[in-house]
């Protein structure tokens, strides 16, 4: 839709925890109208890194808590389902500021970044 004016690609940037609702399929993301973030990124967590997810009140926590070489594993995953969200994903994820290609046996001119 945003190529018919000339848009080639869509940078999110926002709060983790307000990303992951969007993954999750909440459009709303205000507290009092959707569920809380980690219930989605703790299941997510415990399938990508295979162990429970530590008990913490907000996304932020959660990855502190992780921390480990899962950690970076778990945000590409998190981001390539932000990605899905909000349209094709081409190019998502993290790595210490940088993009990393999750899709690159075929770059498509529309691209979404998750940052």
């Known amino acids: 839709m945003l190529s018919a ?10 709060h983790p925890g307000k990303l992951a609702k969007l993954a999750a399929g909440h459009w709303d993301t205000h507290s009092s109208r959707s569920p809380p973030a980690t ?7 415990a399938e990508v890194l295979g162990h429970a997810a530590p008990e913490c009140p907000t ?28 349209g094709r994903p081409s190019v998502v994820g993290f790595r210490r500021g ?12 529309s691209r979404v ?3």
């Open 5 to 14: 004016y000339g848009f080639q690609g869509v940078m999110l940037l926002g």
């Open 39 to 45: 219930e989605f990124v703790g299941r997510l967590g």
């Open 59 to 86: 996304v932020e926590g959660m990855f502190a808590a992780f921390n480990g070489p899962g950690t970076t594993r778990l945000a590409n995953v998190l981001a390539e389902w932000i990605a899905a969200a909000v």
């Open 98 to 109: 940088r993009e990393t290609r999750a899709d690159t046996e075929r770059p498509a001119p």
């Open 113 to 115: 970044a998750v940052c």
